[in-house]
């Protein structure tokens, strides 16, 4: 079955830094690719998502980027602010028929100002 | 506002009790998949409906059952409760057809005594 990996799982930076957190996962078929913020007691909130036949995608302040021959996606916060701190989770699945979602154990990013 | 209810927002009992908890998708989603977030363990996948069937099993327990009603609502029913059983459980509810975003329900803390 799938496996995700997350790094790093802590990561501290100043306000108006970048912040790259990786996820590498292990099943080629995986083509759907989620993040996922969670702030302190709250529930897990999809901030982007990319497919396997993208390699980039961005949102504002967010962007994600995938590697599929590598197996590895990353998201990049640009110009952080407090209020980006939180848990931030990675997640892969096939994306057919609704399959469940197999989620990296987190990173915690905090951003002082 | 996910549009996934879940209830009760807090439960708390003792070990060898049985509890349940129930979740309510977003209007149109068809899927509903039930996940397990412990400190050390990240969010883990339990199972999935899809229109009432059983679609896929993650690392359930077998004291662990669920099931989907006809009018698409899900129960997670947890029985002999542990100590260790004490965590936050997800909802989260998706189209289940052609694509897999899913989205998390406000979570239901339970807490084995």
């Known amino acids: 079955g799938e496996n995700v990996e997350q790094h790093p799982s802590t990561l501290s930076v100043q306000e108006g830094d970048s912040a790259v957190i990786k996820c590498t996962y292990s099943?080629?078929?995986?083509?759907?690719f989620p993040w996922y913020k969670q702030e302190l007691g709250k529930r897990p909130q999809l901030i982007i998502d990319?497919?396997?036949?993208?390699g980039e995608k961005k949102d504002q302040r967010i962007a994600v980027t995938l590697n599929k021959t590598a197996k590895h996606f990353s998201l990049h916060i640009t110009e952080t602010q407090p209020e980006d701190s939180a848990v931030y989770f990675c997640a892969a699945s096939p994306n057919q028929a609704g399959t469940a979602l197999i989620f990296g154990k987190g990173t915690t990013l905090s951003v002082s100002s | 506002d996910s549009g996934v209810t879940q209830t009760p927002k807090h439960l708390i009992t003792a070990t060898g009790q049985r509890v349940t908890l129930r979740c309510s998708p977003r209007s149109g989603d068809l899927s509903v998949y039930w996940y397990q977030q412990s400190l050390d363990q990240g969010l883990q996948f339990l199972i999935q409906y899809y229109n009432g069937e059983e679609r896929a099993k993650g690392n359930i327990l077998e004291r662990f059952s669920a099931q989907q009603f006809p009018d698409l609502h899900s129960e997670l029913n947890l029985s002999s409760l542990e100590l260790g059983d004490s965590a936050l459980y997800f909802c989260?509810?998706?189209?289940?057809?052609?694509?897999?975003?899913?989205?998390f329900g406000a979570g239901t803390r339970l807490s084995v005594l």
């Open positions: 990319i497919r396997s036949n993208v």
């Open positions: 989260a509810s998706g189209q289940g057809q052609r694509e897999n975003i899913q989205y």
């Open positions: 099943d080629s078929a995986s083509n759907y």
